[in-house]
């Protein structure tokens, strides 16, 4: 390789020295406009390190002295997102829950809000579509363990199921009534037998009859006379088809056998008052919700549903 500069007759250019081979490089100068937008951007770059934060330091950048910040400008933008809000949500937290559905604007507005609040607390339990899953409730079906109107709703939302420490909270404990000897292996299969010849899923049998003399002396005073459950005490409805944790004969079994406890967050100490309120909103507006309670009071409750003797063979009473 050799080392010597010349000018390259061709072109009238210098070398810079180099050869390879019989291959020399040429020194040619950069075009004038690209030398231009070079400088400019390094003055640029001087002149925006020193109007914005830009040098990393031990615990902090260099603020600029424009004092203009990514955090800065968030918060400004949220300040103005919280005033165009806060007529709306003045009138949503001034407004009772029972009365939004009579304001349907304001009822649409609360419903929107609390789409977006669903789906940063609720869906890990419920499912993006509030569907739920295996001992989380389906909340688009009018199968409610509490109570469907909105008032309900919202009281569930905001003292949870079975919280400690909350006299408002929702309470029910359902006995274990294998574990706990409160009956034999063969009083609960008879048991099972009558909770799904009531929910229609096994035909009449002698173990649905004997099942039913022994849900009206131990369940009926939660799941009611009629097994149409009670929302008193947060009992389930055991003549239809939809289940919390599912209605085949072995998980039936293990439900009476070792009983069920699921929980849910008392929401009233973690969110404020108005997102509580259209979470609820959202919630009745689902599919299932229902209209203001009304009073019950002097209802007869039916008879238990009793297996057909013409059905299958059974015991006569």
Same mark, same amino acid.
């Given at each position: 390789?050799?080392?010597?500069?010349?000018? @390259?007759?061709?072109?009238?250019? !210098? *070398?810079?020295? $180099?050869?390879?081979?019989?291959?020399?490089?040429?020194? %040619?100068? #950069?075009?004038?406009?690209?030398?231009?937008?070079?400088?400019?951007?390094?003055?640029?770059?001087?002149?925006?390190?020193?109007?914005?934060?830009?040098?990393?330091?031990?615990?902090?950048?260099?603020?600029?002295?424009?004092?203009?910040?990514?955090?800065?400008?968030?918060?400004?933008?949220?300040?103005?997102?919280?005033?165009?809000?806060?007529?709306?949500?003045?009138?949503?937290?001034?407004?009772?829950?029972?009365?939004?559905?009579?304001?349907?604007?304001?009822?649409?507005?609360?419903?929107?809000?609390?789409?977006?609040?669903?789906?940063?607390?609720?869906?890990?339990?419920?499912?993006?579509?509030?569907?739920?899953?295996?001992?989380?409730?389906?909340?688009?079906?009018?199968?409610?363990?509490?109570?469907? @109107?909105?008032?309900?709703?919202? !009281? *569930?939302?905001? $003292?949870?199921?079975?919280?400690?420490?909350?006299?408002? %909270?929702? #309470?029910?404990?359902?006995?274990?009534?294998?574990?706990?000897?409160?009956?034999?292996?063969?009083?609960?299969?008879?048991?099972?037998?009558?909770?799904?010849?009531?929910?229609?899923?096994?035909?009449?049998?002698?173990?649905?009859?004997?099942?039913?003399?022994?849900?009206?002396?131990?369940?009926?005073?939660?799941?009611?006379?009629?097994?149409?459950?009670?929302?008193?005490?947060?009992?389930?409805?055991?003549?239809?088809?939809?289940?919390?944790?599912?209605?085949?004969?072995?998980?039936?079994?293990?439900?009476?056998?070792?009983?069920?406890?699921?929980?849910?967050?008392?929401?009233?100490?973690?969110?404020?008052?108005?997102?509580?309120?259209?979470?609820?909103?959202?919630?009745?507006?689902?599919?299932?919700?229902?209209?203001?309670?009304?009073?019950?009071?002097?209802?007869?409750?039916?008879?238990?549903?009793?297996?057909?003797?013409?059905?299958?063979?059974?015991?006569?009473?």
């Amino acid at each position: 390789m050799a080392d010597n500069k010349r000018i @390259d007759e061709p072109t009238g250019t !210098q *070398t810079v020295g $180099h050869e390879w081979d019989g291959i020399e490089e040429l020194d %040619t100068p #950069m075009p004038r406009w690209w030398l231009i937008i070079f400088y400019a951007t390094v003055v640029f770059a001087i002149v925006y390190t020193i109007l914005y934060p830009a040098w990393p330091m031990i615990d902090r950048a260099t603020a600029g002295v424009l004092g203009w910040s990514s955090h800065g400008e968030l918060e400004k933008k949220l300040a103005e997102q919280e005033a165009q809000r806060a007529p709306i949500m003045s009138a949503l937290s001034t407004t009772p829950v029972e009365k939004l559905v009579a304001s349907p604007q304001l009822m649409d507005t609360a419903v929107e809000g609390g789409r977006s609040a669903f789906k940063v607390y609720c869906v890990q339990c419920h499912g993006s579509g509030a569907a739920g899953s295996k001992g989380y409730p389906n909340l688009n079906d009018d199968d409610w363990l509490w109570g469907g @109107d909105i008032t309900a709703i919202q !009281q *569930t939302l905001m $003292h949870g199921i079975r919280q400690p420490g909350d006299d408002q %909270t929702r #309470m029910s404990q359902m006995p274990a009534f294998g574990r706990d000897g409160l009956l034999s292996s063969s009083e609960i299969q008879d048991v099972v037998s009558y909770v799904r010849f009531a929910s229609k899923q096994e035909p009449a049998s002698e173990s649905a009859q004997r099942g039913r003399a022994i849900f009206a002396n131990n369940c009926a005073v939660c799941h009611g006379a009629d097994a149409k459950g009670d929302r008193q005490f947060g009992a389930p409805n055991l003549t239809d088809a939809i289940w919390l944790y599912g209605g085949d004969r072995n998980t039936i079994t293990d439900t009476v056998t070792n009983s069920r406890y699921g929980i849910m967050p008392a929401w009233g100490g973690r969110l404020d008052p108005v997102t509580i309120k259209m979470l609820a909103a959202y919630v009745h507006s689902l599919g299932g919700g229902e209209g203001l309670p009304t009073s019950d009071v002097g209802a007869e409750p039916e008879a238990a549903p009793a297996p057909d003797e013409s059905a299958g063979n059974v015991i006569a009473e």
